[in-house]
């Protein structure tokens, strides 16, 4: 199993961005999907997932400003990120997961190699 993410960049604060992560080597039909987020210094933090039923769940600081989504079709889940601020400023990450994620902290068992967000 592979993922691998992409779109990050610098950006303003109050700009967009908008993640992929591309899995291969398995299908997510059936599993959840996340992404999480690590900035230097701070501790993990699940930012958002979907399950195969399209049940979608956000960190709160996150609420209202981000949007996961999935296109079965080519494979990949992205996250569209909008009014962005400097404390969303971290390396992102993608995961899978086998079972239901309740929350955006998964459970997962596979993660891609990130992608840096910096918002100034």
């Known amino acids: 199993v592979q993922l691998v993410e992409s779109g990050g960049g610098s950006v303003q604060a109050g700009g967009s961005l908008k993640l992929s992560c591309t899995l291969s080597g398995t299908t997510h039909t059936r599993r959840c999907m996340g992404w999480f987020r690590q900035a230097p210094g701070k501790e993990r933090e699940g930012v958002a997932a979907i399950n195969s039923d399209d049940m979608t769940t956000y960190a709160g600081s996150v609420k209202g400003r981000f949007t996961i989504s999935r296109d079965n079709a080519k494979n990949t889940l992205y996250l569209r990120m909008n009014s962005l601020k400097p404390e969303d400023t971290a390396m992102y990450y993608c995961?899978?997961?086998?079972?239901?994620?309740?929350?955006?902290?998964?459970?997962?068992?596979?993660w891609g190699q990130g992608t840096q967000v910096t918002v100034s």
């Open positions: 995961a899978i997961g086998r079972g239901y994620c309740a929350s955006p902290a998964g459970p997962y068992d596979h």
